[in-house]
C-alpha cells in the first residue's frame, strides 16, 4: 500500500522555521508508523531525524505524535491511524523543546525522574537472602515498573502545558514505584516531598496520561494513589487535600458542587483566600458567579447522594 | 573537548552499567558512554529472565552442566563455573537494589522452567525481566552518580604502545568530536544482529565494539556462532519468549502434530534452542509449515496465565501478528536473535589487548559456546559486567594517560569530512545495509553450506568495496543521524566479514552452526574455538583449545 506521511521538520542549523514535508513510500499492508518513517529516511530523504530503536514498544524511543496524539511509532499501524490511505500526521512529542525534526529535548524529563529519587532506600540490614514479599504487592509495582519511559505522558499533560515545572506523569508514576514498595524504607519522606509544590497535588485528572501510555500504567492512577497514601500518612495541610475534601462535602450536603465554597475552602492561608476576591468580582461582573451561601440551594435527590456518601463511608 | 577519567565504559546496557557500578564502588573515577540514553539499551528485549541455581534441589554444578551442554561443549567450563557460582550472590544483589522479581506463595523469589534447563530456576519480572533489570542498574548509576555521556557515539579507539587509551567520540547533539581519555575502557555495547535480516535485534545493535576492538588488534572468537530463536514474527521478526515455552506452549505443524516430539522426546519444546530451531526449519522446509512458519499454541493455558506473565508478548503478538494468543495460535519462524562469538576475554573480561575489557553480548569468554541457553545472557551481563568493572578498576590504578590533546581526534575528523563532503551522490547506507542484513540470513542462517558461506562471504567483501563510495546526504551537525548509520555500517561490514571467514573455518555441525556438508559434530579436530584477528590484508584465523574441568563432551540428545 501507500503510505502518505506529513512529516513536521526542523533544522536547528537552517534558518527556517518548523515546516511540513510530505512523502510517500510503498509498505506492506502490516507497517508501522516507524517502519514507513525508517524507510523514508532509509530509501527517500536521509536528513529525517528521529530516535528509534528496538521496534518492539519496550525502548521508548520513537513517542511522537501522530495524529495529533502521543503514540510509539513502532506500535502503530498506518491501517489503524489512516483507515483510508489518508495522510498520517506527524509531529515531535509535545512539552520538550524540539532538537530536530521528531528529535525532542529529554534533558528536563531525566532532571525530573531524578527528582524523586528514583532508587530503593532500605533501612536497617540487608537480609542474606532476597526480602521476603507478598507477590500481589510486586504484581501491583509491575505496572509502574512497565514504565519504558518514552515521555508520550509528558508529552500530552495538560497540566505541563500550563505549569512547566510540574513533575510530570512519568516522575510521579515513578515515584509511586518506590512509595509503593514494601522494601524501601523511606515512604513518608518520599510522601512529603512529593506533596511539596509541582509534585503529586499539581495534576488536573484529565486522563490524557492513561489515554496515551503505550504500556497501560496508568500515571493518573499511580497519583491518585500517592495523593491516598499521602493523606493516610496525614500530609493533609494542602489546598490539594482541602479541594478535594470540601468538593465531596458539598456534594454531601447539597447534593451538587458548591463552586465558590470549594474554592475559599481550599486556600490554606488568609492571603490565598483574599486573592481570590478579584477573580469573584470579574466573575460577578460578568454574569459567571456560581450561586453561593443561601443560593445554593439543595438539589431534588440530595438525600439519595447523601446515602450514597453515607454507604460507602460505612463501607470504609 | 577533552575529557579524562580512570576507567570509560562505552555501552550503557546491563553489563555496561554493572561495570560501572562496580568500577565506582572501587573507588576508581568512571564515565559511561553511549549511542543511545542508557535505558533504550537492548537490554530491554530480554523477556523470560534470569538463571540461576538457588532453589533447594539445584546446584550451581546442574545449572553449569546444563549450560556446557547447552553450549554443545564448546563452552569453557572455567568460564561457565564461574558464572553459575556467583548467579545465585548476583541475583540476590539485583533483588536487594530493587528489581521487582516475582515471588511464590511464601514471598520468596519465584522461579520459571526456561529452554535446556533441568530445573525451573528462571527468575523473572512477569515479561519484561530485561526491563526491569535495566531500569533498576539505571536507578543505581544515578544513585552512584555516575557520569554518563548519552548520545555519543564511539568512532575510534585512542591507541598508543600497543595499549588502549580511551575513545574518540561523536557528540550527535551536536556533532563536534571529543576526546575521551581513559587508563582503561570497558566494551560493552552489544550485539550485532543489524548484520542479518531480518533479526529480533535493536537497530542499535550494529557490532560497534567488536569492530573497535578488532580494528585495535583483539580476536573475535567463536563468530560463526549464530543463535536462531525459535519463536519469531514473521512479519518484522519481533521476539515472542522462550517463557512462552516455559510456561507450557506447544509448537505444532500444519497436521496439528506437536513435532518436537520427533527431535527431542524428552525436553520436547524446551530443548536447546538451536535444537527447536531446526527442527521448526525441517519442518518448513518439508512442507508441514504455514506460510513459511509453524504455529506457537499457547491456548491451553488460559487467560489469566497469559495476561499475568505475558502480556507483553500478548499485545506484540496483537499489534504484529493480528493474533490473540488466548484464541488462536501465533505463527512464529526460527529468527537471528544473539551472537555466541564476540571479543575475546578471559574470566577476568580481560581481553588480548592491554587496557580493553569487554563484558555481555560484544564479549566471548566463552560461556555459550555453540548455543546459549536463554535466561544466560543476562545473567552474564551481571556476573561479567562486575568482573569487568573490577579489572578495569584494578588495571587504571596503574596505566596512565594517553598524551596528546584534541588532535587525537583528528583522524576521524577527516573520515566524517570525507563521508558527508562528497559532493557527488554515491550509494546510500540503508539499501547496502539490508543487502548485507539479506545475504547474512540467507546463506549464515540455520542450515549453511560451503558454497552458501562462499558467496556470503564473496558478497559482504564486494559490499565493502560500494561502502567505500558511499554518500552521507545529510551534512548536518546535529543529530545526523545518516551518518551514523554510515559509520554503524562500516562496523557492520567488518564485523559480517569475521562471521562468514569463521563459519567457512569450522568443518563440522556443532550448536548453532550447522553444515549440511559436515552435518556431525567432529570433536577430534573441532573441539576448539576459531580466532578472527585483523590484519593489513585477509584476516587471520587461528583457533584455540577449550578449557574442560570435569565434564568430557558427549552426545548432545534432548
Not at chain 1, 502490516?30 to 528521529?50: K, N, W
Request: hydrophobic share 40%.
Amino acid at each position: 500500500m501507500e503510505v502518505k506521511l506529513r512529516v513536521r521538520r526542523y533544522d536547528p542549523e537552517g534558518d527556517r522555521k518548523p515546516y511540513t514535508q510530505e512523502y510517500a513510500v510503498e509498505m506492506p499492508d502490516s507497517a508501522t508508523v516507524l517502519d514507513s518513517l525508517i524507510q523514508v529516511r532509509e530509501e527517500v530523504d536521509e536528513t529525517l531525524g528521529l530516535r528509534c530503536s528496538c521496534r518492539s514498544s519496550i525502548c521508548g524511543s520513537c513517542a511522537m505524535r501522530i495524529n495529533g496524539r502521543a503514540r510509539l511509532a513502532c506500535k502503530t499501524k498506518v491501517v489503524a491511524v489512516a483507515p483510508n490511505g489518508g495522510t498520517v500526521n506527524v509531529e515531535p512529542a509535545g512539552n520538550m523543546p524540539v532538537l530536530k525534526d521528531l528529535i525532542v529535548d529529554f534533558e528536563v524529563f531525566w532532571e525530573k525522574i531524578k527528582a524523586v529519587v528514583p532508587w530503593l532506600r532500605p533501612e536497617g540490614p540487608e537480609p542474606e537472602r532476597e526480602y521476603i514479599v507478598d507477590n500481589d504487592k510486586m504484581l501491583n509495582l509491575n505496572t509502574t515498573v512497565a514504565c519504558i519511559m518514552c515521555g508520550a505522558c509528558v508529552s500530552d499533560c495538560t497540566s505541563l502545558e500550563v505549569d512547566p515545572g510540574f513533575l510530570g506523569p512519568a516522575a510521579l508514576a515513578k515515584a509511586y514505584r518506590f512509595v509503593g514498595d514494601p522494601r524501601d524504607g523511606h515512604k513518608l519522606d518520599r510522601l512529603k516531598q512529593y506533596t511539596e509544590a509541582h509534585g503529586m497535588w499539581d495534576c488536573a485528572h484529565c486522563f490524557m496520561c492513561v489515554e496515551v501510555c503505550p504500556k497501560d500504567v496508568a500515571p493518573m492512577d499511580w497519583i491518585l494513589e500517592l495523593r491516598r497514601e499521602a493523606e493516610a500518612e496525614g500530609f493533609t495541610n494542602h489546598n490539594g487535600v482541602r479541594h478535594g475534601r470540601s468538593i465531596a462535602e458539598s456534594v454531601k450536603e447539597a447534593g451538587w458542587l458548591d463552586e465558590g465554597k470549594v474554592a475559599m475552602e481550599s486556600m490554606g492561608s488568609i492571603g490565598e483566600k483574599l486573592a481570590l476576591v478579584p477573580v469573584g468580582m470579574r466573575a460577578f461582573f460578568r454574569g459567571k458567579m456560581p450561586p453561593m451561601g443561601p443560593m445554593h440551594y439543595q438539589r431534588p435527590g440530595a438525600e439519595s447522594v447523601r446515602r450514597i456518601f453515607e454507604e460507602l463511608e460505612a463501607k470504609e | 573537548m577533552v575529557y579524562e577519567h580512570d576507567v570509560l565504559v562505552i555501552g550503557a546496557g546491563l553489563a555496561g552499567l554493572r561495570a560501572a557500578i562496580e568500577a565506582t564502588r572501587k573507588g576508581v573515577d568512571v564515565a559511561v558512554l553511549t549511542k543511545v540514553h542508557p535505558v533504550r539499551s537492548h537490554t530491554n528485549a530480554a523477556q523470560g529472565g534470569i538463571n540461576a541455581a538457588l532453589n533447594e534441589g539445584d546446584s550451581w554444578e546442574s545449572h553449569a552442566y546444563d549450560t556446557v551442554k547447552g553450549s554443545d561443549f564448546l563452552g569453557d567450563q572455567d568460564a561457565i563455573e564461574v558464572l553459575c557460582q556467583e548467579a545465585p550472590g548476583e541475583i540476590i544483589e539485583l533483588e536487594h537494589m530493587g528489581v521487582v522479581f516475582n515471588r511464590d506463595e511464601n514471598g520468596r523469589l519465584g522461579s520459571r522452567a526456561f529452554g535446556g534447563a533441568s530445573q525451573a530456576r528462571t527468575y523473572f519480572v512477569a515479561d519484561f525481566t530485561g526491563q526491569a533489570l535495566l531500569h533498576t542498574a539505571y536507578e543505581q548509576s544515578l544513585k552512584y552518580q555516575i557520569r554518563t555521556y548519552s548520545e555519543f557515539f564511539a568512532t575510534s579507539l585512542i591507541m598508543e604502545d600497543g595499549a588502549c587509551k580511551g575513545c574518540i567520540a561523536l557528540e550527535l547533539r551536536t556533532g563536534k568530536l571529543h576526546v575521551v581519555k581513559a587508563k582503561a575502557v570497558i566494551l560493552a555495547t552489544g550485539g550485532v544482529g543489524r548484520a542479518f535480516e531480518p533479526s529480533t535485534n535493536a537497530l542499535i545493535c550494529t557490532g560497534d565494539g567488536m569492530a573497535l576492538a578488532y580494528g585495535g588488534g583483539a580476536p573475535l572468537m567463536d563468530m560463526e556462532m549464530i543463535q536462531y530463536h525459535p519463536t519469531t514474527i514473521k512479519s518484522n521478526g519481533a521476539l515472542i519468549t522462550e517463557a512462552a515455552r516455559g510456561e507450557g506452549a506447544y509448537l505444532i505443524n500444519s497436521l496439528g502434530e506437536r513435532f518436537m516430539a520427533k527431535y527431542a522426546p524428552n525436553m520436547m519444546e524446551l530443548a536447546s534452542r538451536d535444537v527447536v530451531s531446526r527442527a521448526e526449519q525441517t519442518e518448513i522446509n518439508e512442507g508441514r509449515g504455514v506460510d513459511g512458519c509453524v504455529l506457537l499454541d499457547l491456548r491451553h493455558l488460559g487467560e489469566r496465565v497469559i495476561s499475568t506473565k505475558l502480556s507483553q508478548v500478548r499485545d506484540l503478538a496483537i499489534d504484529f501478528a493480528n493474533v490473540d494468543m488466548v484464541k488462536d495460535p501465533v505463527p512464529i519462524r526460527p529468527g537471528m536473535h544473539y551472537i555466541m562469538g564476540g571479543i575475546k576475554t578471559d574470566i577476568t573480561a580481560k581481553t588480548q589487548v592491554a587496557g580493553i575489557y569487554a563484558a555481555g553480548e560484544t564479549a566471548c569468554v566463552s560461556l555459550h559456546g555453540g548455543n546459549r541457553l536463554g535466561a544466560n545472557s543476562l545473567l552474564e551481563l551481571v556476573v561479567f559486567g562486575r568482573r569487568a568493572g573490577e579489572s578495569a578498576a584494578a588495571y587504571a590504578t596503574s596505566s596512565r594517560h594517553a598524551r596528546g590533546g584534541e588532535s587525537l581526534a583528528e583522524k576521524d575528523a577527516q573520515h566524517i569530512k570525507q563521508l558527508t563532503g562528497a559532493k557527488t551522490k554515491g550509494e546510500m547506507a540503508g539499501p547496502l545495509r539490508l543487502e548485507l542484513g539479506k545475504t547474512m540470513n540467507e546463506f549464515c542462517g540455520v542450515y549453511r553450506t560451503e558454497d552458501g558461506l562462499k558467496t556470503a562471504l564473496d558478497r559482504v567483501v564486494k559490499l565493502r568495496e560500494r561502502y567505500k563510495g558511499i554518500t552521507v546526504q545529510d551534512k548536518g551537525s546535529a543529530f545526523n543521524t545518516n551518518l551514523t548509520a554510515a559509520l554503524e555500517l562500516g562496523n557492520m561490514l567488518d564485523v559480517a566479514e569475521v562471521i562468514c571467514r569463521a563459519a567457512l573455518f569450522r568443518r563440522e555441525s556443532r550448536g548453532a552452526h550447522t553444515r549440511l556438508d559436515f552435518p556431525t559434530r567432529d570433536d577430534e579436530n573441532w573441539l576448539k574455538h576459531t580466532l578472527v584477528y585483523k590484519t593489513d590484508g585477509e584476516p587471520r584465523l587461528d583457533t584455540a583449545p577449550v578449557t574442560i574441568t570435569r565434564w568430557q563432551p558427549v552426545e548432545r540428545k534432548y
